[in-house]
């Protein structure tokens, strides 16, 4: 696997991560209608990994460090072509999604009463768009969305993506030191989460996949050795713990412990072990590269942008006690409308903003300085 190379078994990561948001969301709608025995058994055991949703967005956080901070090492980079395309592959997909939830909600009345008190459904599912709050979404600009839910994440995509000369830079200057750079931020993230800070919790999450990137071709060397048969399916399993730890724990870690904390800032170092996994086990690198697994990874983010309009409006429609209809429609529904909203708005907003970037950066031509940045560099 050659570092030019774009590496497709992350594109199924991807793709298999965004459904899991997916299957998340619609046990989300369940949740309070289910026995809590059976809540219990199905959140603290490795079932949950089929709608560990949450940890999900880690694993795109990792990602993007990587994916996003790739080009930024090879030569004839320019920072005038990054942002123009960076800044409009986020945001147009965003900005067609809150005008699909925004008529959603206003074709279909949603009253919050019907909705179990304290639930996501009643607590985070806007009822009504007023023009303050369809800006403040589309812009990206609060702390909680309630028009599409999933926005939260897609902030801090972008405070990442703007200051992405800060994570290549920090990465570059300790790219000899990576380990021990990949360990402060794991213990960062961790920390994160014990005092309750967001951007402690998930821009060291960023900086791994960063880490990944300037040190690819040492990392693609290290994975191409020689193991046993049995490491990819351990490490793959300790990633995969790692992720749902906090969960399995809950019988003797309460969710706002210190220890129950720590346990869930794990989850950012299971992320980024699934990631190296899904780089280096023959096995699950051939699944990720199957047909499914890359279609999904194509419209992953058309489907992380439509579902929850999707599935809230069914749940206001039938009611969320009917949650089994709404998952099982609105599941394949979401697939559908994704491949559909892949194909006319993200795709051309792709070539919109390679085109945006081009004409940046040949009106105002700048490189990144000569002297290419070594990967390797040990």
Not at 24 to 49: E, F, N, R
Not at 109 to 133: C, E, H, I, K, L
Not at 235 to 248: H, Q
């Amino acid at each position: 696997m050659a570092s030019s190379q774009r590496i497709s078994s992350l594109d199924g990561v991807r793709g298999w991560a965004s459904l899991v948001v997916v299957i998340y969301h619609c046990s989300l709608i369940a949740m309070p209608h289910l026995d809590g025995v059976l809540a219990a058994w199905l959140t603290q055991s490795p079932s949950k990994l089929a709608f560990a949703g949450t940890e999900a967005v880690l694993v795109f956080f990792v990602l993007s460090g990587f994916v996003v901070a790739l080009p930024v090492l090879r030569d004839g980079f320019s920072w005038l072509r990054y942002y123009p395309t960076r800044v409009l592959r986020l945001y147009v997909p965003v900005w067609g999604s809150v005008v699909l939830a925004t008529a959603l909600i206003a074709l279909l009345p949603r009253d919050p009463t019907r909705m179990p008190d304290g639930s996501w459904m009643q607590n985070a599912q806007a009822t009504t768009v007023t023009w303050g709050t369809f800006f403040e979404e589309a812009l990206l600009l609060p702390q909680s969305y309630d028009i599409n839910n999933v926005l939260w994440s897609l902030r801090w995509e972008l405070i990442f993506s703007l200051t992405l000369p800060v994570f290549v830079g920090l990465a570059v200057l300790l790219r000899r030191h990576a380990l021990l750079a990949a360990s402060a931020a794991c213990a960062l993230t961790v920390l994160g989460r014990i005092v309750d800070v967001e951007a402690l919790v998930y821009l060291p999450v960023f900086l791994l996949g960063t880490l990944m990137a300037v040190r690819l071709d040492d990392l693609l060397a290290w994975l191409q050795r020689p193991r046993s048969r049995a490491f990819w399916p351990w490490l793959t399993a300790l990633a995969l713990a790692l992720m749902i730890a906090s969960w399995l724990a809950r019988p003797v870690a309460a969710p706002g412990t210190v220890f129950g904390r720590t346990l869930w800032g794990l989850a950012g170092v299971g992320a980024a072990l699934v990631i190296i996994a899904a780089m280096g086990w023959p096995l699950l690198r051939s699944l990720l590269e199957g047909r499914v697994s890359q279609w999904l990874g194509r419209t992953s983010y058309s489907l992380y942008l439509v579902h929850v309009p999707v599935l809230g409006t069914l749940a206001y429609l039938w009611g969320s006690d009917r949650w089994a209809l709404v998952a099982a429609v609105g599941t394949p529904l979401s697939l559908l409308l994704a491949a559909a909203f892949h194909r006319f708005l993200e795709a051309p907003s792709h070539r919109l903003a390679r085109f945006a970037g081009t004409v940046a950066s040949e009106r105002l031509p700048l490189t990144r300085p000569s002297g290419r940045i070594r990967r390797s560099d040990a």
